[in-house]
């Protein structure tokens, strides 16, 4: 299995919902990651754990809230959005967090915050 | 500080004709440097990637990328494109540090026509 599972796939929350998006994978990877795309634009790192523990956060505002119960499982805890966090949210695994750049990504979760 | 520049924001193709897309990288040390493609509504996936072995690197699909340090490029090239590989392409590079923090390109994208 060489997959990252994210759902859901879609989302719409108004600025006061609390919302989550989960990313699974079951290749035995040790290093997890979020990353955000906005529309034709490269994605941009948000989070990375290694080893169930947070390693980087890349100074995202604390309405996200990443959580990784444990090597499977990531994540993203949403709460109090802007319309302009609207994007869409890719989760990623490798094997470990090392000098590799080979990351399998998931197909995303497109959230639309109104 | 490492970074790369992808040349053509926008490249447009015949099926069957070959692909280029440019990258030019900017690091002081040998770097690690890879090509991944996203394709509509979709995550990410490595194509190839160069870690200082062969400078000729071949990947996925057919797409070959030459690594070129006189030039300080990392183009991918493909001699015949097909409708299937329609697509965002990001050049990507990953600093010193030992971390998977991926450095993206702005993105290239591929159309082809019939």
Redesign the interface.
């Known amino acids: 299995d060489t997959e990252v599972t994210q759902t859901p796939k879609h989302l719409v929350m108004g600025m006061t919902n609390k919302k989550s998006l989960k990313c699974e994978q079951h290749m035995g990877h040790r290093a997890m990651y979020w990353y955000k795309q906005k529309a034709k634009k490269p994605p941009e790192l948000m989070f990375v754990y290694s080893y169930e523990k947070l390693s980087i956060n890349e100074s995202v505002p604390s309405r996200f809230s990443p959580e990784c119960p444990n090597s499977s499982l990531l994540n993203l805890h949403l709460h109090a959005l802007q319309p302009e966090d609207s994007a869409l949210y890719l989760c990623a695994s490798s094997p470990q967090e090392t000098y590799t750049g080979e990351l399998f990504f998931g197909e995303g979760s497109r959230l639309t915050v109104l | 500080a490492q970074s790369v520049t992808q040349l053509d924001s926008h490249v447009s193709v015949s099926e069957g004709t070959p692909v280029l897309l440019r990258c030019n990288y900017s690091s002081s040390y040998s770097p690690?440097l890879?090509w991944y493609v996203q394709h509509p509504?979709?995550?990410?996936?490595?194509l190839l990637?160069y870690?200082s072995a062969a400078t000729l690197v071949k990947g996925i699909n057919g797409f070959e990328a030459e690594f070129k340090k006189s030039e300080t490029s990392f183009h991918l090239t493909k001699p015949s494109a097909h409708m299937s590989d329609a697509a965002e392409y990001?050049c990507?590079v990953?600093p010193s540090g030992?971390?998977?923090?991926?450095i993206?390109?702005?993105?290239t994208r591929l159309a082809v026509h019939p």
Not at chain 2, 41 to 46: I, M, T, V
Not at chain 2, 104 to 107: D, K, Q, R, S
């Open positions: 690690s890879f509504n979709k995550g990410l996936q490595l990637k870690t990001f990507v990953i030992g971390y998977n923090k991926l993206f390109g702005a993105g």
